[in-house]
């Protein structure tokens, strides 16, 4: 069988469908038994008119990152698609529409601004979405049909996807967009001749296991409520809303309960309030949002309480780019704050991932009494993938707390020195477990203690048991050295983790001795794990999504050497490509 790997690009502008018509298109593919990397870009307002990008890879291996460059652009919006062609590969292919309802003005044709060489085929979308409809709503479902038309795809199991698209929808609505993609299909396979190499006749996919088609935020959302979740708090913020959005109707199913606040300080605050009452509860937020929640973030590592906070990072600062994705978040969430605040901090480097560290984070906060930060950005929490069904967690995952034994409480010390640093914990109403609870600096029954020595004592304490988080955590991610000595080794971080790790194999392809290395978990981090896997390699480069260098800072403070530097704020997924290419140069 032939290998399969495209990059599809839906291009218009909002409201004409193009989200809906890549989400088809994914789903499609899936079913064919492809591996699918789907991400979207739109604009920022709610109700906008401004350019939407459907990107879908579909693989017929495994894939690491969404692409950077596009076999496939086809066009909904002449004046979008013109700024888009700059992604197109050399002898990519253009689908566009060939009789738009009124003549393009001078320049305004995407067809005039399209490289020599490109392969263009003109279709009447508008024309035929009107003669399948009778409105041009269904230029997308026309579009999708060349398309399917042009590639030998199965017209038929196509037509059963749209079905499923819209089974809710009325039946009118079905049968325009169905009447709509048929009428692009038909035209296309009668008028069209091919000139392009790109076929998927004859190609079948093994059958293979059920797979799951989901985003990052649903991902958290389904792996908290697994993880016994009963309480989130939260305000709704991109790219985060839409895991209070789900929350709202699924949580309550599971005997929990969701609040909306009246913004991110008071979303931290019950939080904290449901963790110090014994609930697993957690909130989710971006940067801003993040920013706000700062002096209860020094509460939870104080006080000792339970709470998770999932930040889904975009372009910033302040408001910043609320739909375009960045890694810039690491200094806030590893090192921000008032005082020694050690706490957890999670980054998922991939969807499935997003699974794992929520159950991972519900757990680690409950057992070592302290905050758990999940970093996830606007790409992991919106790109699409169709993953394996995550295990369910067992149970050791669901009831973490360690909780006071009898004799225990006879003299109850709340906050009492042990060898890992965690305190018997008894939640409210334990007879015989009052206790007090503060953000000043406390003695271990938890009254306020200002001396130096028990300062010193205390925050001894919460170090420690940071250190022994290490000891539950994932192992890093590290790749088959092949020799003593790598030419290059990559060092990488949420999710620009899969662009790192595909282009540590496109290198090796090249004839250079690359390695890669990635840690799920960032605070505590892994230290002794890079220095080690550093120590072998020749070079080393950090690619991540901001302008600073953040994470390769903090690496150079581990290492003790110098770093080659990527770092790209283009509000785009990092590339595997981009990757590569400075490794060449290196």
Same mark, same amino acid.
């Given at each position: 069988? @032939?290998?399969?790997?495209?990059?599809?690009?839906?291009? +218009?502008? $909002?409201?004409? #469908? =193009?989200?809906?018509? /890549?989400?088809? *298109?994914?789903?499609?593919?899936?079913?064919?038994?492809?591996?699918?990397?789907?991400?979207?870009?739109?604009?920022?307002?709610?109700?906008?008119?401004?350019?939407?990008?459907?990107?879908?890879?579909?693989?017929?291996?495994?894939?690491?990152?969404?692409?950077?460059?596009?076999?496939?652009?086809?066009?909904?919006?002449?004046?979008?698609?013109?700024?888009?062609?700059?992604?197109?590969?050399?002898?990519?292919?253009?689908?566009?529409?060939?009789?738009?309802? @009124?003549?393009?003005?001078?320049?305004?044709?995407?067809? +005039?601004? $399209?490289?020599? #060489? =490109?392969?263009?085929? /003109?279709?009447? *979308?508008?024309?035929?979405?009107?003669?399948?409809?009778?409105?041009?709503?269904?230029?997308?479902?026309?579009?999708?049909?060349?398309?399917?038309?042009?590639?030998?795809?199965?017209?038929?199991?196509?037509?059963?996807?749209?079905?499923?698209?819209?089974?809710?929808?009325?039946?009118?609505?079905?049968?325009?967009?169905?009447?709509?993609?048929?009428?692009?299909?038909?035209?296309?396979?009668?008028?069209?001749?091919?000139?392009?190499?790109?076929?998927?006749?004859?190609?079948?996919?093994?059958?293979?296991?059920?797979?799951?088609?989901?985003?990052?935020?649903?991902?958290?959302?389904?792996?908290? *409520?697994?993880?016994?979740?009963?309480?989130?708090?939260?305000?709704?913020?991109?790219?985060?809303?839409?895991?209070?959005?789900?929350?709202?109707?699924?949580?309550?199913?599971?005997?929990?309960?969701?609040?909306?606040?009246?913004?991110?300080?008071?979303?931290?605050?019950?939080?904290?309030?449901?963790?110090?009452?014994?609930?697993?509860?957690?909130?989710?937020?971006?940067?801003?949002?993040?920013?706000?929640?700062?002096?209860?973030?020094?509460?939870?590592?104080?006080?000792?309480?339970?709470?998770?906070?999932?930040?889904?990072?975009?372009?910033?600062?302040?408001?910043?780019?609320?739909?375009?994705?960045?890694?810039?978040?690491?200094?806030?969430?590893?090192?921000?704050?008032?005082?020694?605040?050690?706490?957890?901090?999670?980054?998922?480097?991939?969807?499935?991932?997003?699974?794992?560290?929520?159950?991972?984070?519900?757990?680690?906060?409950?057992?070592?009494?302290?905050?758990?930060?999940?970093?996830?950005?606007?790409?992991?929490?919106?790109?699409?993938?169709?993953?394996?069904?995550?295990?369910?967690?067992?149970?050791?995952?669901?009831?973490?707390?360690?909780?006071?034994?009898?004799?225990?409480?006879?003299?109850?010390?709340?906050?009492?020195?042990?060898?890992?640093?965690?305190?018997?914990?008894?939640?409210?109403?334990?007879?015989?477990?009052?206790?007090?609870?503060?953000?000043?600096?406390?003695?271990?029954?938890?009254?306020?203690?200002?001396?130096?020595?028990?300062?010193?004592?205390?925050?001894?304490?919460?170090?420690?048991?940071?250190?022994?988080?290490?000891?539950?955590?994932?192992?890093?991610?590290?790749?088959?050295?092949?020799?003593?000595?790598?030419?290059?080794?990559?060092?990488?971080?949420?999710?620009?983790?899969?662009?790192?790790?595909?282009?540590?194999?496109?290198?090796?392809?090249?004839?250079?001795?690359?390695?890669?290395?990635?840690?799920?978990?960032?605070?505590?981090?892994?230290?002794?794990?890079?220095?080690?896997?550093?120590?072998?390699?020749?070079?080393?480069?950090?690619?991540?999504?901001?302008?600073?260098?953040?994470?390769?800072?903090?690496?150079?403070?581990?290492?003790?050497?110098?770093?080659?530097?990527?770092?790209?704020?283009?509000?785009?997924?990092?590339?595997?490509?981009?990757?590569?290419?400075?490794?060449?140069?290196?």
């Amino acid at each position: 069988m @032939k290998d399969i790997d495209l990059v599809i690009e839906i291009c +218009g502008s $909002a409201g004409e #469908g =193009t989200i809906s018509a /890549g989400e088809i *298109l994914s789903r499609f593919m899936s079913g064919q038994g492809f591996e699918i990397m789907s991400f979207d870009s739109y604009p920022a307002e709610i109700r906008g008119f401004g350019k939407c990008v459907a990107h879908t890879r579909l693989s017929s291996n495994c894939i690491y990152s969404p692409g950077k460059l596009v076999d496939v652009l086809i066009s909904l919006n002449d004046g979008h698609s013109i700024s888009q062609l700059s992604t197109l590969k050399k002898g990519g292919i253009l689908v566009y529409d060939s009789a738009p309802l @009124k003549p393009h003005g001078e320049d305004k044709s995407v067809l +005039g601004w $399209a490289e020599p #060489g =490109t392969v263009t085929y /003109g279709v009447p *979308l508008t024309m035929l979405a009107n003669r399948a409809a009778g409105n041009s709503r269904g230029r997308n479902m026309v579009a999708l049909g060349a398309v399917v038309a042009l590639f030998h795809m199965d017209g038929q199991s196509f037509t059963q996807s749209i079905q499923a698209r819209y089974a809710k929808k009325k039946q009118v609505i079905i049968d325009a967009n169905v009447n709509s993609f048929l009428e692009g299909f038909n035209w296309t396979k009668k008028h069209i001749e091919k000139t392009d190499s790109i076929s998927f006749d004859g190609v079948i996919m093994p059958a293979g296991r059920e797979k799951l088609i989901i985003n990052g935020n649903q991902l958290v959302v389904r792996a908290a *409520l697994d993880a016994n979740l009963k309480f989130y708090a939260g305000y709704p913020i991109t790219p985060a809303t839409k895991i209070m959005e789900i929350l709202s109707k699924e949580l309550p199913k599971n005997g929990g309960t969701l609040l909306q606040t009246e913004d991110e300080i008071a979303a931290i605050g019950a939080v904290i309030g449901a963790g110090f009452g014994g609930v697993r509860a957690m909130t989710a937020t971006s940067g801003p949002g993040f920013a706000l929640m700062t002096e209860f973030t020094g509460l939870s590592v104080m006080a000792e309480v339970p709470a998770v906070i999932i930040n889904s990072q975009r372009g910033g600062p302040s408001t910043g780019i609320p739909t375009k994705t960045e890694q810039s978040d690491f200094n806030a969430a590893v090192l921000g704050g008032t005082g020694d605040c050690p706490r957890i901090v999670l980054a998922p480097i991939d969807t499935f991932s997003c699974y794992q560290a929520t159950v991972l984070g519900l757990y680690l906060a409950e057992k070592y009494q302290t905050l758990v930060v999940i970093l996830l950005d606007f790409f992991l929490s919106n790109s699409i993938r169709n993953i394996d069904i995550p295990v369910k967690p067992s149970q050791v995952f669901l009831d973490s707390n360690i909780a006071p034994t009898k004799a225990e409480l006879e003299n109850y010390q709340r906050y009492k020195v042990t060898p890992n640093g965690i305190s018997p914990r008894a939640i409210p109403g334990t007879p015989g477990g009052i206790f007090f609870s503060t953000g000043l600096e406390h003695d271990e029954f938890g009254k306020p203690d200002y001396s130096d020595k028990g300062h010193l004592k205390m925050t001894q304490k919460r170090f420690d048991k940071h250190s022994f988080v290490l000891e539950e955590a994932p192992a890093p991610q590290i790749s088959d050295f092949t020799g003593d000595m790598a030419d290059i080794g990559v060092i990488s971080w949420g999710s620009s983790a899969g662009a790192a790790q595909e282009a540590v194999m496109l290198a090796r392809k090249d004839g250079i001795d690359a390695v890669s290395f990635s840690s799920m978990i960032l605070s505590p981090f892994p230290e002794k794990a890079l220095v080690a896997f550093a120590d072998k390699c020749k070079k080393i480069l950090v690619p991540e999504l901001n302008y600073s260098g953040q994470f390769a800072n903090f690496a150079v403070h581990i290492i003790k050497r110098p770093v080659e530097r990527l770092n790209y704020i283009t509000g785009r997924p990092m590339a595997s490509e981009d990757i590569l290419e400075k490794m060449r140069q290196m």
